[in-house]
């Protein structure tokens, strides 16, 4: 699936549904694909998406570079398209939760 964000293409792809959404976020550059065999599982359980940032995988690139506050403006827009906004909880890749 694609969302028009601002003019670009985002690509995402959702599964399951439920009260809890799970957003995964690939990093490192690397694509949506990353979580192909994740969500299936996670989506028996709660609504999942994962999604391909701009210039990345299937996503269409920019016109501006890409920084941490366009990168997160994206990942909101598609939030708010999709979800109508969200309690957002963030954890790292040590697991470790930072406050909303």
Avoid: C
């Avoid at 997160?72 to 040590?94: C, E, K, M, W």
């Amino acid at each position: 699936m694609e969302i028009d964000a601002h003019g670009r293409q985002l690509r995402y792809m959702e599964k399951g549904a439920g009260k809890l959404t799970v957003v995964f976020e690939s990093g490192m550059g690397l694509s949506r694909s990353t979580w192909g065999l994740v969500q299936p599982l996670v989506a028996e359980h709660a609504r999942v998406i994962v999604y391909d940032r701009t210039g990345i995988g299937r996503s269409e690139p920019g016109l501006m570079p890409r920084t941490l506050a366009r990168m997160a403006d994206d990942l909101a827009y598609l939030l708010n398209q999709r979800i109508g906004g969200l309690d957002l909880r963030f954890t790292n890749p040590i697991g470790k939760r930072r406050p909303h």
